[in-house]
């Protein structure tokens, strides 16, 4: 392999980039279940004229949650308990899509280094 004839710098490189490689890749394995899309909390307003909504008192919370399937917005109404579920999943894809640029970046960052490692 190049890295043993290769300046110790670049060893060097190389290890951390490899170590960071399998730190994004040890917290990818301690994530959860994984959704896309938002969870909004709703109030609203009936319209009706002697409701107690009229007088600023609004119906709900209710909590929908919102994402994209094949192009269309769907949305699925939650009671509160599955609402925070799920934006704990929510949560977990946005840090899973941030491991996965980690991990990329770290990729081409190795091949960058090996490739000047063979040209030294």
């Known amino acids: 392999m190049a890295e043993k004839n290769a300046p110790s710098g670049s060893v060097a490189k190389l290890a951390k ?16 279940y994984v959704l896309s899309g938002t969870v909004q909390k709703r109030q609203y307003r009936c319209g009706k004229p002697n409701c107690h909504c009229a007088k600023g008192l609004l119906h709900g919370p209710y909590y929908q949650w919102t994402r994209k399937i094949s192009g269309k917005t769907v949305n699925v109404n939650l009671d509160p308990a599955s609402a925070e579920q799920v934006k704990a999943w929510i949560q977990n894809n946005r840090k899973l899509r941030q491991l996965c640029h980690r991990l990329e970046r770290t990729s081409l960052a190795v091949l960058e280094a090996s490739k000047i490692m063979r040209h030294s």
């Open 17 to 32: 980039l490899r170590q960071n490689y399998q730190a994004a890749k040890a917290q990818v394995q301690t994530l959860g």
